[in-house]
């Protein structure tokens, strides 16, 4: 009797062997896999702002107005005018009357650092410095002809001021030449912005 017709059997493929004997990767597990960078979204979007100016964080506070004492500060800055102009008048004696346009210059720094240094910033400061720094050059120029006459005349400085001021004065009127106005706009100028530097 014929047997029924089978259908062959397929030979059985052996099992796949890994030469290198690891077990084929498998996917990162679920806490291990790798983290995407957060995405980057523009400022203000969902972003706190920065702290207020001042406030623990943010930006460091403005540094403290210096306080002066401008009372002092004039005191001493008529001080140094009257210094300034002693020096003035001396060199002025000394050089025959020979203007040199440092010495007004000189003297309204003086003026000036005395009036900042002290005063601080205060904005009547500088005008005050001006105003000192014409004074100390009129009173240098007055008094270097003070010691002029002094020395024509054969009595004290003090005399001159105090008895013949007059005369001191005319002297100091028939002296002014055009370029003094220089020496004046060099004093008050330099007042100025030496007590405007120095008090901020």
Do not use: C
């Amino acid at each position: 009797m014929s047997q029924p017709w089978q259908q062959p059997q397929q030979p059985q493929q052996p099992p796949q062997h890994n030469p290198y004997g690891q077990p084929p990767p498998q996917p990162y597990p679920p806490q291990h896999q790798p983290q995407q960078p957060p995405h980057q979204q523009p400022y203000g979007y969902g972003q706190q702002p920065p702290p207020p100016y001042g406030a623990p964080g943010g930006f460091p506070p403005p540094a403290p107005v210096r306080r002066g004492n401008p009372g002092l500060a004039v005191v001493l800055g008529i001080v140094a005018m009257l210094v300034g102009a002693g020096v003035y008048g001396g060199i002025l004696k000394a050089s025959d009357g020979g203007q040199i346009g440092y010495l007004a210059v000189g003297t309204g720094a003086l003026i000036g650092a005395a009036l900042g240094k002290v005063g601080g910033r205060n904005p009547a400061l500088p005008v005050a410095g001006a105003l000192l720094g014409l004074l100390g050059v009129y009173l240098g120029q007055i008094f270097g002809i003070a010691l002029e006459l002094s020395d024509i005349a054969n009595i004290p400085v003090s005399q001159v001021f105090t008895e013949h001021f007059d005369t001191l004065n005319k002297a100091w009127k028939e002296y002014l030449e055009p370029i003094d106005a220089l020496f004046f706009i060099l004093g008050g100028a330099g007042a100025f912005q030496t007590a405007r530097k120095l008090g901020g």
